[in-house]
């Protein structure tokens, strides 16, 4: 969890989730795991909620489902996700403010509520060119912004795309949002950082030629430097 406190393991031969206290090593309380094949899951940044993605035997679809992370007793019943076949490229995980929880299959990305793990939206179609390498959210929680091939921008209150930026050469290996939730800058192996506007996915300025080995890049809060 992002205060430190919990921590949740399992492994591939295990039929239960320990959710362990971060200090002592202890087992504070077991979930447990169904008899399919893949399993995701993903503690809330406030280590209260623990969501997790099963497959379900005889079933071709995941099963969605939120559990308490000091006693492990259900909050939800099982949910069954619809356009959730099972696969690796799968992934569930809560919004920084914990307001939202995201379940993103192979092929739709699903917004639902942090709290009870209903659905807020329809899924939305997504099938992204590349790999998604790692999510980031705005500060005020409004948007979500996925980065792989390129950046796309979600709209957490509809669910749907809000927009993205052209693909870059070798993917965005680094993504900062300035704390006006306003710009964003982006490194790629190409060699170049860039700073994008959040609301239009448009570059503002040039593109900045750094080394191509590794390339790095920082943004300054006000999103000016």
Do not use: C
Request: proline letters at 8%.
């Amino acid at each position: 969890s992002r205060d430190g406190r919990s921590l949740a393991t399992a492994s591939a031969s295990d039929r239960e989730i320990q959710l362990r206290d971060t200090l002592s090593g202890d087992v504070r309380s077991t979930v447990p795991l169904s008899d399919g094949r893949w399993q995701r899951f993903r503690l809330s940044p406030d280590g209260r909620r623990l969501a997790t993605a099963q497959s379900v035997p005889g079933s071709k679809y995941l099963s969605l489902q939120l559990w308490s992370v000091p006693d492990g007793l259900p909050l939800s019943s099982p949910m069954p996700v619809p356009d959730s076949e099972s696969g690796s490229s799968a992934a569930v995980f809560f919004s920084d403010d914990d307001r939202f929880l995201i379940f993103w299959g192979r092929k739709h990305l699903e917004v639902r509520d942090g709290s009870t793990g209903l659905s807020l939206a329809p899924p939305a179609p997504y099938e992204p060119a590349g790999t998604v390498h790692r999510w980031s959210f705005t500060r005020d929680g409004t948007r979500m912004l996925l980065r792989g091939a390129n950046v796309t921008v979600w709209d957490l209150a509809t669910g749907q795309i809000a927009g993205k930026t052209p693909d870059l050469e070798g993917g965005v290996e680094k993504l900062s949002i300035a704390d006006d939730d306003q710009t964003m800058l982006t490194t790629s192996p190409d060699g170049y950082a860039r700073v994008w506007d959040v609301e239009t996915q448009q570059l503002l300025g040039e593109p900045v030629l750094q080394q191509r080995a590794a390339p790095v890049g920082s943004l300054s809060p006000d999103g000016r430097t």
